[in-house]
């Protein structure tokens, strides 16, 4: 205390009081919840409803999950180990199925020395997607080509993978990733060239037969293009001279080049296939053929001319007007039937085929939503600078409806990829079902329900919401208009 | 300004209109117009609204289609065949009420965009001419910005500098100012002048009559789908000849 002013006044404050915090009632956590939970009568009731609701879910499955095995090697034994541990007539999740059998669920009846090559198809779809999907954003880019070069090689590695495969694998992500880095344009070709490397990879086999199936596309691009100025004219020269090559050439070139040079892997049949192996490479190959797919047959619906237009509503209505499940079992069964006794249409790729048109009917609304958002006034500075309609579709008019409709077509894609697992009705092993059940039938692991269902249901989740999250990124990246 | 004399080289007519006439289904929009524009010529279009004035510029870029009648461009005369649609579209510049700039390109890649894709100028050159207009409309800084992000009176600069870019020979302007706050007419009506001032052939259908004064040969009033009248600029505003220019006239300079 200082005496400076003691005498002349009676009190002085010298050590002031410290803030207090507001009063508990009027801040943070409890001011929230009172705002948002208690603020009346009903918000009180549904916040206890949904209290009530929580409790017993927590009740009925949080025991269930906290006794979780992971380490057994069959349901008995899970069921013996939770039993001593946690008291008769206490149940527990046994995930050590999981632990056994979780290959199954990835690869199905895939080769288990070859696991390595599903692995490197999935890791080179990422450096493919990367010139497309992060073309604007060089530090997003390469956190992903980073990230699918190194965890391909490790995961691949795990799963022992063949020295020499490593060190070549190792060396063309690697270069592909430089390229990528270094020359986006041409990287745009390999993207283009993925789809035939995925296949040859997955399917094994010649070599040949992917490169001349790839070559029929590029024959056919180079008549369309040489032909460019007889328009619709020259596109159908291309389709036949495409469709020529591969009936009657691709075969006995590959089989001669094979001669020549064998470039082989080990073939998988189709029936190989399962778990997510299928559900992956039918979502993926649906998803990249469906886009462009639906675009066409949005601007056909919006065409001027009566029989286009015609065609693509009857296409549109029929394909929505019918379950998915009827298309598969078409692709399955009634095309046999069709097509010429002895041809061998694989059944994968039948499946992709009606996949692939199921989805495009519902892209197609979703980029037909898109089209007709946009001002007409975009259509018509297209027209007045001298773009064909081409040109302004590509350049003005499907940039922008596009954009406006990345939540429906990534909604779309979702949908679809979920839509793959009811390929168990055409016999094919997706990983919900059939998968689930082919390990079931086992003898050890007989009488698991749920513990299958939840690996396989998280494992979708993340790839539906990886996808979700990206559509978001893109929204966000591409919001320029500040309208 | 007086220097209102027509440019004297009769022979070569930059557009050329005879008798056309336009139907929307039922409702005759166009009505036996006749005009002639000559080279250099700057022409305003004035009106009630709903008369056809928007119509008939449209028809001469061809982005509406008449169904009598000819009109042809630089002597090119528009029918069916895209290839004289194509080719006149790149001589002619067309500028929006509403600007229609497009929202997912920069300033710059809007004003390269025709130049490249269409005349198949280079990159670079087109680049280069680019920033040459958009310093002549005098927003070259922000060639990188997005059109969001400019005002209503930069964001119409911009579209006539992009349509200045395919270098046509004939700009047509269909109310420029009308979509503008106040302060930001004239910037727009200063760039027109000085486009005017380069002799460049306009048609604008525009309300500013202090614009038509300074810079117009010709006035044409129209109502009712029809050509009602046409004068000099200073003839039509002080001593307009038709009933219903002279309510017209009141109308937009009553208050
Ligand atoms: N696409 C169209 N379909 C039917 N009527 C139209 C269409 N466009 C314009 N009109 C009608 O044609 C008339 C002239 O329109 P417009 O040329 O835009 O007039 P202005 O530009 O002089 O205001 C108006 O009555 C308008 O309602
Ligand atoms: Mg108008």
């Known amino acids: 205390m200082s005496d400076t002013h003691s005498e002349t006044v009676a009190f002085m404050r010298e050590t002031m009081l410290p803030p207090q915090p507001p009063p508990l009632a009027q801040s943070g956590a409890i001011r929230w919840l009172r705002e948002n939970l208690f603020s009346g009568p009903l918000n009180i009731a549904l916040t206890l409803v949904g209290l009530g609701i929580v409790w017993l879910l927590v009740g009925a499955v949080g025991p269930w999950l906290t006794h979780s095995v992971w380490n057994a090697g069959s349901m008995a034994e899970c069921r013996q180990i939770v039993a001593e541990t946690w008291g008769q007539g206490a149940t527990g999740a046994c995930f050590a199925l999981v632990k056994h059998r979780w290959n199954q669920f990835l690869f199905g009846f895939y080769p288990q020395a070859l696991y390595w090559r599903p692995v490197l198809a999935f890791g080179l779809l990422f450096l493919a997607l990367a010139p497309l999907l992060f073309s604007e954003s060089a530090r997003a880019r390469r956190v992903v080509l980073g990230l699918a070069l190194v965890l391909t090689l490790v995961v691949s590695a795990v799963l022992d993978a063949p020295g020499p495969a490593l060190a070549g694998m190792a060396v063309a992500m690697l270069g592909w990733a430089a390229l990528v880095e270094a020359r986006p344009r041409p990287a745009l070709l390999a993207s283009l060239v993925y789809p035939f490397a995925a296949a040859w990879l997955l399917w094994g086999g010649s070599l040949w037969t992917e490169a001349m199936a790839l070559a029929g596309f590029a024959m056919g691009f180079v008549v369309w293009r040489g032909l460019a100025r007889f328009g619709l004219f020259a596109f159908a020269l291309a389709v036949v001279a495409a469709a020529a090559w591969w009936l009657l050439l691709a075969g006995p070139l590959a089989a001669a080049l094979a001669g020549v040079l064998p470039l082989r892997l080990q073939p998988v049949s189709s029936d190989q296939f399962g778990g997510f192996v299928l559900s992956i490479t039918i979502g993926v190959a649906g998803i990249a053929l469906s886009l462009p797919l639906g675009v066409i047959l949005a601007l056909a619906r919006r065409s001027d001319l009566p029989v286009i237009k015609v065609l693509a509503v009857m296409f549109i209505e029929f394909i929505r007007g019918v379950p998915l499940i009827t298309l598969l079992f078409v692709a399955s069964l009634l095309l046999n039937y069709f097509l010429p006794p002895g041809t061998n249409f694989d059944v994968i790729l039948r499946v992709i085929i009606m996949v692939t048109l199921f989805a495009a009917a519902y892209m197609a609304e979703v980029i037909r939503g898109g089209l007709a958002g946009l001002p007409k006034g975009q259509y018509e500075a297209a027209d007045a600078l001298g773009l064909d309609y081409w040109k302004a579709q590509r350049l003005i008019i499907l940039p922008q409806a596009l954009k406006i409709s990345i939540p429906g077509i990534v909604s779309t894609f979702i949908g679809m990829f979920k839509d793959t697992t009811l390929v168990v009705f055409v016999g094919l092993y997706d990983p919900l079902k059939a998968m689930s059940d082919t390990i079931r039938a086992s003898f050890e692991w007989k009488g698991a329900y749920w513990e299958p269902y939840i690996f396989v249901g998280a494992i979708f989740f993340v790839l539906c919401f990886g996808m979700s999250r990206y559509s978001m990124y893109l929204e966000r990246r591409l919001k320029h208009d500040h309208r | ?255």
């Open chain 2, 1 to 255: 300004m007086q220097t209102t004399a027509i440019p004297a080289i009769e022979s070569d007519a930059a557009i050329e209109i005879v008798r056309l006439n336009k139907w929307y289904g039922t409702f005759h929009v166009l009505r036996d117009i006749d005009l002639t524009v000559r080279r250099g010529e700057r022409i305003v279009i004035a009106g009630p609204s709903g008369s056809g004035k928007s119509t008939l510029i449209r028809c001469i870029n061809r982005l509406e289609e008449h169904q009598s009648g000819k009109i042809i461009v630089d002597g090119t005369e528009l029918t069916h065949d895209l290839k004289n649609i194509d080719k006149v579209r790149s001589e002619v510049g067309m500028v929006f009420q509403h600007f229609n700039l497009f929202p997912h390109l920069t300033i710059l890649e809007n004003c390269t965009l025709a130049p490249i894709w269409v005349r198949k100028v280079p990159r670079r050159e087109a680049e280069e001419t680019a920033m040459h207009f958009l310093e002549k409309v005098r927003i070259p800084d922000q060639a990188h910005k997005y059109p969001g992000q400019l005002s209503g009176g930069q964001q119409q600069r911009v579209a006539i500098a992009r349509a200045l870019c395919m270098r046509p020979r004939i700009m047509l302007f269909d109310e420029p100012t009308s979509a503008l706050d106040p302060e930001m007419i004239k910037e727009v009506l200063d760039t027109m002048i000085a486009l005017a001032e380069e002799g460049m052939t306009m048609i604008c259908v525009t309300h500013e009559m202090g614009f038509a004064q300074a810079v117009a040969h010709r006035v044409i009033f129209m109502d009712q789908g029809q050509i009602v009248e046409q004068n000099t600029p200073v003839e039509f505003f002080n001593n307009p000849q038709s009933e219903r220019s002279r309510l017209f006239l009141s109308q937009i300079l009553g208050h």
